[in-house]
């Protein structure tokens, strides 16, 4: 056996996954545990069933976890922090006010309080007006909380003013967490500013589970190194992650979408990650996920940072046959009619139709009827919702790709999908996502403007020293800084400018640091 093991970890909606692997990605251990209420009980099952399985649990040096702590405390409006929302944009931005557009139950659980105070950048990097530094100072001053997150109009063209307000903070009331947008999200004041804010919200999610998981590691005896998964399906160090937690939204789906690759070998491909509550539907791109073009809804608030392009549909192993879109989730063990339960779901619908051995009863024949009218709907669905991922919502694609199922739910599909060349079914294709984890490599990414072509050596400059920024961003995140690459660079011309420019994008990535010793 490998002299260094490593485990991944992905906390599912219904279910909580995990594998362990070695230097040369075999799987050796694989555990599938129901997801608790509280999440980190189900997140300590899974890893004991899986360490289980090992001869040795101290061979065990890395744990990579893909986690829906984030996700669930946006959605359920729990354990979030008080935030100070400062925005550097008056007088340009007045007239439309931080948190406008958000929920009201969500503005009034995270904002302390915000204001606009002189400041922000035009596109070219020239400033709307000079920062107010004294504004800043009382405003900080006057409003405690528990973070503070600060957007400046075009920082991503100029963070100067925005790196100039985290020192003013500093100076006022010392070590209180600090969230910049230009390092959160992209271009679009509003969108950006969201994504800050429920970042800066989220710092005490991210220490909570944080410790809740070296807790779990360490009265096991493993002294490792962590890794959270992030939304592009690459991981980030457990200090990178406790700055930018926000970016672990998202995180499920790419770890399915990178196990897919991984397991089916295949690196252009639609994949169906059916899980007991939902069908999520992706596409591969060189092994990677093809990244959304649009804005991303999170808990009814609009962010603009990288999220897989995923689609998802009301189908999984534990929905309720006949009901409005609803699952009996991790409880499918007790209440499915094939564990002997009174409820007709999915996965009795399957085993009726001959598509998998599942449970210790069988399903009654009173239901069967009812039950292959459920297949042939679900059918149309997952075929529906094939056409329209192959096609790309946001991006064009191709409809000739193959179809990789993977999850727990994966025996729900049909043998032959419309719209797709094949369906492929790897092995180990219900810990995919654990697997996903388990492989990642550790990226950073930047997004800036520059002049158009034509600059000469000052643009290539400036192309160089993002690249150099994206690549320090890897490091920090967990990267080897020998075997970083520049993985994405794209250039998108700007509209109705005096002055020709593009918003450049660049992501680095490479395989996690070796470890010491």
């Known amino acids: 056996m490998s002299a260094s093991l490593r485990v991944g970890i992905d906390v599912g909606g219904t279910n909580t996954d995990a594998v362990v692997l070695d230097d ?6 694989t555990a599938k545990r129901p997801t608790s209420p509280d999440v980190t009980e189900g997140l300590r099952a899974a890893l004991d069933a899986v360490l289980a399985g090992l001869p040795d649990p101290r061979l065990v040096t890395r744990v990579m976890l893909g986690t829906t702590h984030a996700t669930n405390a946006i959605l359920e409006r729990r354990a979030l922090g008080r935030v100070a929302v400062l925005r550097l944009g008056a007088p340009a931005t007045t007239s439309v006010p931080p948190l406008s557009e958000w929920p009201d139950d969500l503005r009034d659980t995270v904002a302390a309080g915000t204001a606009i105070v002189r400041g922000g950048y035009f596109v070219d990097g020239s400033e709307i007006a000079p920062l107010d530094e004294d504004a800043v100072r009382r405003f900080v001053a006057g409003t405690p909380a528990d973070a503070v997150a600060v957007t400046g109009v075009f920082s991503p063209a100029s963070a100067d003013q925005e790196n100039r307000v985290a020192e003013i903070i500093r ?6 967490p600090v969230s910049l947008s230009h390092e959160i999200g992209s271009l679009g004041l509003l969108e950006r500013e969201n994504a ?48 930018y937690p926000v970016l672990t939204i998202g995180s499920g789906p790419a770890n399915s979408l990178r196990g897919a690759a991984y397991l089916s070998g295949v690196a252009d491909a639609i994949v169906a990650d059916v899980g007991g509550t939902s069908t999520d539907l992706g596409v591969l791109v060189g092994g990677f996920p093809r990244e959304s073009a649009a804005a991303v809804e999170i808990g009814g608030v609009a962010t603009n940072f990288r999220m897989p392009d995923i689609l998802s549909i009301a189908l999984g192993g534990g929905t309720i046959v006949g009901a409005e879109p609803r699952s009996v989730g991790y409880r499918i063990g007790a209440e499915a009619l094939v ?25 009654p024949g009173e239901w069967r009827d009812r039950l292959e009218r459920a297949v042939r709907a679900a059918d149309e669905a997952v ?10 919502r946001s991006r064009p694609g191709r409809a000739d790709r193959p179809l990789v199922a993977v999850g727990g739910g994966a025996f729900l599909l049909a043998e032959r999908v419309p719209g797709a060349r094949e369906v492929i079914r790897p092995e180990h294709a219900e810990v995919a996502n654990a697997v996903g984890a388990a492989i990642a490599l550790a990226s950073g990414r930047i997004e800036t403007i520059i002049p158009a072509a034509g600059g000469g050596s000052a643009r290539t400059r400036l192309i160089d020293n993002a690249k150099e920024e994206a690549a320090a961003r890897a490091v920090a995140a967990g990267a080897d800084p020998e ?21 450049l994008h660049v992501k680095a990535a490479g395989p996690l640091a070796r470890l010491a010793g």
């Open 196 to 243: 800050t804010v429920l970042n800066a919200a989220l710092y005490g999610v991210a220490r909570d589970v944080t410790a809740a998981l070296r807790e779990a590691l360490e009265a096991r005896g493993l002294e490792v190194e962590t890794y959270f998964a992030q939304n592009d399906g690459t991981l980030m160090a457990v200090g990178y992650a406790a700055r």
């Open 483 to 503: 075997s970083v690459q520049i993985v994405e660079l794209s250039e998108i011309p700007l509209s109705y400018l005096p002055e020709p420019a593009v918003r």
């Open 383 to 392: 075929a529906d919702a094939v056409d329209r991922v192959a096609l790309g």
């Open 24 to 29: 040369d990605d075999r799987v050796l251990a």
């Open 171 to 176: 100076g006022e009331i010392g070590d209180v």
């Open 339 to 363: 564990f002997g339960g009174s409820t007709p779901t999915m996965t009795d619908a399957a085993v009726a139709a001959g598509r998998g051995v599942v449970g210790t009863h069988p399903v």
